[in-house]
């Protein structure tokens, strides 16, 4: 059974920095993309970054100003959201994702094949 598993969410003050770790299991890892979304209380869920299977190729949604940065590690079979500068409006639910490498785009929520449980994210003022 594939699994996705967020850890490292939680309780920041503005300005602070966290970093989202998600473990994959139950599948070949090096042959998905992985993505991160987030879901906002009282909104709907989107998408903020993917990474090629390989680690080559990051996309970021163009409203984020440079604040995340993904990264992956297939020998851990480990995607990393980072965040910097955090804001309130930065509070929400993290999701992890899995997209087969074949599929285009890759934060298309609709070509998600595997999804996290979640991990919330608090931010402060």
């Known amino acids: 059974e594939a699994r996705l598993v967020e850890s490292g969410g939680g309780s920041v003050q503005t300005g602070g920095s966290l970093t989202l770790s998600c473990v994959g299991s139950g599948f070949i890892f090096d042959d998905y993309k992985l993505g991160w979304f987030r879901q906002a209380p009282g909104k709907g869920r989107v998408p903020l970054s993917c990474?090629?299977?390989?680690?080559?190729?990051?996309y970021y949604e163009e409203s984020l100003e440079d604040r995340f940065t993904i990264s992956r590690d297939n020998s851990k079979n480990t995607v990393y959201l980072q965040i910097d500068k955090l804001k309130p409006e930065d509070t929400a639910v993290y999701y992890c994702?899995?997209?087969?490498?074949?599929?285009?785009?890759?934060?298309?929520?609709?070509?998600?094949?595997?999804w996290g449980q979640g991990a919330q994210v608090t931010v402060s003022s």
């Open positions: 994702a899995a997209v087969s490498r074949y599929k285009e785009p890759c934060y298309y929520d609709e070509f998600v094949d595997f």
């Open positions: 990474i090629s299977s390989g680690g080559e190729d990051k």
